[in-house]
């Protein structure tokens, strides 16, 4: 037990009260209600339904993505995703070893097998030196494709993700793929209304994906989406996510294996008035995080900041502790104080399903997951009041 972080709690307590304080809670204050009342009425609750398209509409605009393709959860969007890259059985796709499972479980759908290049330490997100040292040692270009010299697989895509809301350097990762003919694919589940300069996070690569599960920046209940800016992309993904079907007035024709992966109407309605809401959720939790940011300056905690040039949707704000120790007892203390913290995800090359997985060392990776814990983010109850429509 420290002063310290008895300290920070009665901080956060100050911020969100005196209940138990939850990591991240959803807030539904605008106009879920009316939207999912007129779904049931309309009888179209499935994935015909109007909310559906309204939904993509909404997200293409605040994102900038010139198609948004809605999918039943964020791991959906990235299974279809990898396919649209053109991702097959033996292939090899690089991601982070600092990320949720989802990313490496979508690679594994696909048959292909994760590659972990490490992350940076200020991001957290894959680190362009990693990719460029590991690309130079282990690959060469073979008839337009990346290939590993130690395995002989086509390394056929790439996916990062912007960790906790924080962008990654994502322009030089960009450019590292392009120049490998590699396809990036940015996995952005935590980063809706996260920027880099003028550009939503998604916006780097072929193609991208968000989540609207219950504990993201915005919830549908379950829900995900794909941005890309390739209209021929955009068509595929949309033909892939309704089983196929080819638009016939009544005929029943499908011509490839695809998925039931849309969104239904139900949730897309809940995404509708979420939407709407995005923006002053964001000014909120931006300016929570300037409070933990001012208070952690001032008591000698390590704040992890946004890169500059960028901006993060401060989705789960992080704090980077000195040792493994000083974290354990970190998340005992705070925990049992009814502060909800966590600790940053296991390492996914770590996991007894990838512990044979490639990897570059993921030194940095190492020394974040014994360092990094998440604190209460969400929009505190105090000021849910003020969000208006
Ligand atoms: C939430 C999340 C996903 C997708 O999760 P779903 O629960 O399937 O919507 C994918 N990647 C990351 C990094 C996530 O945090």
Redesign the pocket.
Known sequence: MTQKTDDLIAFVRSLYGDEFIPLHRPVFNGRERDYLVRAVDSNFVSSVGVEVNRFEDMVADYTGAKYAISCV????A?HVSLILAGVEQGDEVLSQPL??I??CNAISYTKAKPVFIDVDRDTMGMSPSSLQAWLTANTHQKDGHCVNKNTGAVVRACVP?HTFGLPLRIKEIADICKAHNIVLIE?A??SLGSWVGDTHTGNFGALA?L???GN?VITTG???MILTNDEALAKRAKHMTTTSKIPHPYEFVHDEVGFNYRMPALNAALGCAQMEMLPQMQAIKATIAKQYQDYCAKNDWNYVHPLPGTKANYWLNALCLDDLATREAFLKQTNTAGVMTRPVWRLMNELEMFKDCEHDGVANAKWLEARIVNIPSSVPDAQIESLTL
């Not at 959860?73 to 959906?76: K, L, Y």
């Open positions: 959860n964020g791991t959906a990235l990320t949720f989802a990313t993700m996995d589940a935590e994906t989540s609207f599960n993201k379950g829900g995900g």
